[in-house]
């Protein structure tokens, strides 16, 4: 391919997953109660909390472990958690805002050409497999990344998504 007819690939992030701790205990039929948003699990022995801005989604447990989902990149993933540290607090909790760490990220990618999965699978293995009859992508783990990438071809057109650990990314 000659440097002219490049294309520019968009990699979009579309989830980071990011956990804290409050160092104290939380009291969780007290956020349900008194929390707004939320939804209370006590089979899973969890609160789900949601957030508009930035649109995230926590599970909390009594232990003070906090899990965020939904950000769109590691500022507005700790923005949210600090967020919802300060809607605790509000709730009467000693919390402090400890230990933040993103520990994954999605993103996805679309190439402009497509993939046969079955020779692209027989030509890297066996970092590559590709199980039709359980999942329609190829996977491709990247060991040295911590990574995992899944192709996914539908004739003209492949999409990749790219999940890994924000540490080697």
């Not at 089979?43 to 009594?62: H, N, Q």
């Not at 079955?118 to 999942?135: M, Q």
Request: glycine fraction near 4%.
């Amino acid at each position: 391919m000659e440097p002219s007819n490049d294309v520019a690939l968009d990699i979009i992030i579309t989830n980071v997953v990011a956990v804290f701790r409050t160092r104290c205990h939380l009291n969780l039929r007290t956020i349900a109660l008194e929390g707004v948003n939320v939804i209370y699990k006590p089979e899973y022995g969890k609160v789900l909390m949601k957030l508009r801005k930035p649109r995230i989604t926590a599970s909390i447990w009594s232990s003070g472990k906090i899990i965020c989902t939904g950000a769109t990149s590691e500022d507005e993933a700790k923005q949210g958690a600090r967020r919802l540290a300060r809607t605790l607090q509000k709730l009467g909790f000693k919390v402090r805002f400890s230990e933040f760490k993103v520990v994954n990220v999605l993103a996805v990618c679309s190439m402009p050409f497509a993939i046969r999965l079955i020779d692209f699978t027989k030509n890297n293995r066996p970092i590559a497999s590709y199980e039709p009859e359980l999942h329609p992508a190829a996977t491709y783990r990247i060991k040295t990344l911590k990574a995992t990438v899944q192709v996914f071809s539908t004739g003209i057109i492949c999409s990749i998504q790219i999940t890994g650990i924000t540490k080697f990314l």
